[in-house]
């Protein structure tokens, strides 16, 4: 029976391969899968040439395309009709044998559908899955489909399909078929839909990333093949979504700044047309919009091999514009920004420094501490990365306000000198970049916060000389980084050690307490010890109360205490310190609680006392070390300096630890370096070993005797002919280490005794120092043969003979070098008596009465003695210097403080405002030294409101800061200590008025008692000192200094009880006083807090009977000292104006006049720059004039009138005489260069006006004046005072040449004026001082230096009203605080 044949759908008979049943529905899915491979095996071997089986077959195509096959359920099934489809577009191409587009879709989308099973390469089909992939790339079978409407719906379903099944199983072949079957249908279609660029785009969204890197890295590839073509579809996406805000376009609208991000990474030409898009949105009013756009472009000018920013100058300059943008957290991503563009693209770090240096001010503290973070990336990385511009703005953060973004940067400068100058990974010239950090980050111990203090320690320790170093390199470290710190570091450094010393002496005096039997008096000196401690410790508060817990805890475990012993005993090593802190930290430590407070806050105890640097072994390393420096064979050239330095730095090192740690030092072959030390040429090193023996050797006589004989000699021979300081020190040392010490200092006292020679100074000085010293150390053993030196040698030979004329340099101070022997030695004898009197402690034979007389004499005198021409006056101020330092020293004594009058007080107080600059200096720091140690009586504290006419603007700030230090120490001394309660006359600071008030009463200055211009400065110099007393309202202390001035006008003074005129004085001087505290204080009128306490020495008892309410002052006086009406400037000008240097112009607080200088004798007219900021247009020849010039040229100099307009020079105007009234205020500028000069004589021009009478100047009046302004003034040198001696202008000397104007050439249009005598100043050095007292910075007052560099306190100003914490970045320069002034100041009072 024959069977019908079979046929397909359009009714043609279907032919199948030889072998191959018929194919329907009837067979099993077995059978039929093996007819199908048939088939296919028969599509795959035809190829397109074969037209008699292309048309056999095409029934067979036919039917393969139907419903059965398509929709079978069989995935074997589907997957070989699918094979089969797939050769038959291949065999049948270009032309489809399927005619209907139905058809075709449903054809397509089943192929598609098959590839799904690419995803698992491990199917035993997977070949045949792979096979039909390749077969549709290589034909481009789907570009059939762009005949279809709805082809995109396959094309999406396609790329959809591929993205999902690709992993990274696959080989590179499927991925390369993957690519061409997709770029096909891109590359040669008539564009991309969106829906078709979505399927592509979201395998970059980072969800999509992170699910599947296969399908993101398929579509990067595929991006970058058809950037071209696909370029305009991604900017016509984002300009929809961008500007035009349709986010509705595309679920991806809310990625577009991640896609954007990809995109660029992958093909920046991708986004050729999008970026100016970005910067159209970098300017949007949305804050968040902005820092999302912020966000991107950080990431794409900051990729490794970006060249947007040179290729796109326009988007870059608008991006660093968001630096200044308005919203915070914008500038913030954009300074996180800078640190991967700085360590990706280095040459944008010229356009990026500018705006991190504003950002470096932000006031955002976290954009602060960002910008920090972000220089300190880019240097840790590699330090050409940033230039010394930027690792400044980390330096000047090192002072920021806030504690944190000043921990970041000096840890980041920390770790930045640990890399690169103590590892040295980047060489000698990037170690020499960041060598200043070093200096810097030990500068910052100057501040006041406890929590920079103990920051700098840990830095110190782990990074400038790491304490887990082996102690050979670590004592090396140390060694030369000490040779090589600033002086100011070096000070900070040995700052450090001794606070450290300090604390460790106080938990010794706590262990010492717990030792003893519990009293009331034991838990009262425990808590007082306790209280130290704490203020030892970052927030004091908590400070006390976690230090009393662990009191109480090593009260009840003695182990814990035997370990605490053991860490701060002298004998305790590096090693055994660090296990020390362990064991207690190890006791101390709860497991149950990971933060613990208390435990932190022990641990920054231990810290600081754990020696963890310093023990024996690290000593005998230091002095190894310094032997070979001294042998030649150390690496000192290599380490950055030379042998000199290194040895006078290491026995400068050696001396501080011998303070610190002086039982390290006890060993032979450390004594025996020492004793090469000694017989050194260089004067400085002796010095410093002989110190070190005086600090360690007590166990030398005992221990040592080698090293003991050899010693003495060694110090016999330094205190009879070394220097004066290694004389001094071999006096102490001798003193300080033997046991036959009168004997020994004898043999030294006997022979210099009988060699003193008058006749040879230069020989005298070394024997006078050791004989002072000798005096004060043993005073009993050479009370007689002391007291015949004194008076038969000291006084009468010496300190009563000018035997040498000195010489006539015309200036007031000069270098040790230059002064002359027999100066020094006169010097040094004044020394000797006070080192005498100090040592007898006791006035039974009225010597210290006389030699308080003395030292008056000397003051009076202006410091020539003999008055006898003879000497100079620089040696002059030197002699003056050295008699007021001499009762400053005597005031220190109980018993000499007692004999010292008011008088003499009074002229001891005057040296503050002596002529000379260097006098005044020197002065203050000793006086601010001994009132902060408070060795002298608080009646010397008033001497400091004087600094109120100071010419001198650092020498203001500096006695106002000497105050505001010695103020805080006597307030914290009460505090501390519960006994200072009954000495509160001697130690409160309000009880600084009433001396203060009876001082100025009795200014020599203090002449008229109605006179305004001095009423004004009484009240400057009494503001002076009630500012910084009236800073903070303490217990009500206004009012009780307002009581304390109105009880002193109900009594009198004690000086001149009888003298009407001098107690008038005493009463004005308190009006005034009480005008400044009312006009300044809103509670002054409260009830006092106590009855105020005055002191008898200087008022007389009350009178209770009569009161005085009389206002002594005029209705006119009052009124205007109230309404601080500006007084015209005068020769020396307003109070506080400041003096400029050379080179510096003044900051003018009054306008007016300014005539006067610095000179003694006829001075030079005011430095032309002193006047250039007024006159512009004034041109003015500057003539510079060396200091050492016996007759130095005149200088030229416009002197500007009061006008209308300030900048308007004035033309043909004099000055009009000065009188004696005006005495006592602050000078003007000197001219450049004529610092304590005096001028010769000169002619009078003939066009010039009257000559203007010398003014007195303020306690060193010219001892040689012309006869008729001696007569003159007679009247007035009288009402002068003491100390204010003039003497007749002698026969033999030179007369004083008059005031004399000079003509300006025509073409100037102005006339010069030469100023009247002043008071001679020396600025030759400025010097600015610490919160302490020490000199932190030097500046040189030279001519070449500008206005910028000198300018210090201009350029310190802040916008701040209250406080001006002014902090010098720069090496040196530390710190000047001061409040600023009020504006009415700025004017007068």
Known sequence: MAFPQPKSADGKIIIYPPGVKEI?????NDELVKRLKMVVKTFMDMDQDSEDEKQQYLPLALHLASEFFLRNPNKDVRLLVACCLADIFRIYAPEAPYTSHDKLKDIFMFITRQLKGLEDTKSPQFNRYFYLLENLAWVKSYNICFELEDCNEIFIQLFRTLFSVINNSHNQKVQMHMLDLMSSIIMEGDGVTQDLLDSILINLIPAHKNMNKQAYDLAKVLLKRTAQTIEPCIASFFNQVLVLGKSSVSDLSEHVFDLIMELFAIDPHLLLSVMPQLEFKLKSNDG???????????KLFGAKDSELATQNRPLWQCFLGRFNDIHVPVRLECVKFASHCLMNHPDLAKDLTDYLKVRSHDPEEAIRHDVIVTIITAGKKDLSLVNDQLLGFVRERTLDKRWRVRKEAMMGLAQLYKKYCLHAEAG???????????????HIYYQNSIDDKLLVEKIFAQYLVPHNLETEERMKCLYYLYASLDPN????????????????????????????????????????????????????????????????VLGDDERLRAQLELLISPACSCKQAEVCVREITRKLANPKQPTNPFLEMVKFLLERIAPVHIDSEAISSLVKLMNKSIEGTADDEEEGVTPDSAIRAGLELLKVLSFTHPTSFHSSETYESLLQCLKMEDDKVAEAAIQIFRNTGHKIETDLLQIRSTLIPILHQKAKRGTPRQAKQAVHCIHAIFTNKEVQLAQIFEPLSKSLNADTPEQLITPLVSLGHIAMLAPDQFASPMKSVVANFIVKDLLMNDRFPGGKNGKLWTPNEEVSPEVLAKVQAIKLLVRWLLGMKNNQSKSANSTLRLLSAMLVSEGDLTEQKKISKSDMSRLRLAAGCAILKLAQEPCYHEIITPEQFQLCALVIN???????????????????????????????????????????????????????????????N??????????????????TVHLLAHDPDFTKTQDIEQLRDIKECLWFMLEVLMTKNENNSHAFIRKMVENIKQTKDAQAPDDGKMNEKLYIVCDVALIVITSKSTTYNLDSPKDPVLPTKFFTPPDKDSGNNKCYLSDESKTLLLTGKPKPATVLGAVNKPLSATGRRPQDRTPGLETGSNMSGNSEPSSPAANRGREQNSEVPETEVSENEENPVILLTVIPAKTEKKDEPVRNKSLPPQTSAERGKKRTAPAAGSENIQIPDEKKSEESAAPVPPKARRGRPPKAASESNTAKNADQNKA?????????????????????NVKVPKQQETNVKRAPAQRQMDLQRIQVLDSDGYSVMELESTPESSAEELDLFKSCESSQNEVDNTKLAEGGFLKVRRKSMPKGRRQRL
Request: charged share 30%; aromatic share 6%.
């Open 1280 to 1300: 002068a005072g003491r100390g204010r001696k003039r003497v007749a202008a002698s026969q033999e000397g030179p007369a004083e040449p008059e005031a004399t």
């Open 288 to 298: 968040e919009e902005r820092l999302a756009v912020v966000r991107l472009l950080a």
């Open 978 to 995: 519960p006994m200072a309660h009954e000495k509160l006359l001697s130690l409160l600071p309000e009880y600084v008025v009433p001396y």
């Open 914 to 976: 002596d002529e000379c600059y260097q006098v005044r200096q020197i002065f203050a720091l000793k006086l601010h030294k001994a009132l902060g140690k408070l060795l002298l009586p608080l009646e010397y504290m008033a001497v400091f409101a004087l600094c109120a006419k100071d010419p001198v603007k650092e020498r203001r700030a500096h006695a106002r800061q000497c105050l505001l230090k010695n103020i805080s120490i006597r307030r914290e001394y009460i505090k501390q």
């Open 428 to 442: 000698k010239e990037a170690a020499q970049k960041v060598n200043w950090i070093k200096d810097k980050l030990l």
């Open 489 to 552: 570091a070096v000070k900070a450094l040995n700052e450090m050690w001794k606070c450290q010393n300090m604390l460790r002496s106080h938990v010794r005096e706590l262990l010492d307490l717990h030792k003893q039997p519990a009293s009331e008096a034991n838990n009262t000196a425990m808590f007082a010890k306790l209280m130290a401690i704490a203020k030892n410790l970052p927030d004091p508060g908590k400070a006390q109360d976690f230090m009393k817990k662990f009191n109480q």
């Open 24 to 28: 329907t529905d009837k067979i099993s």
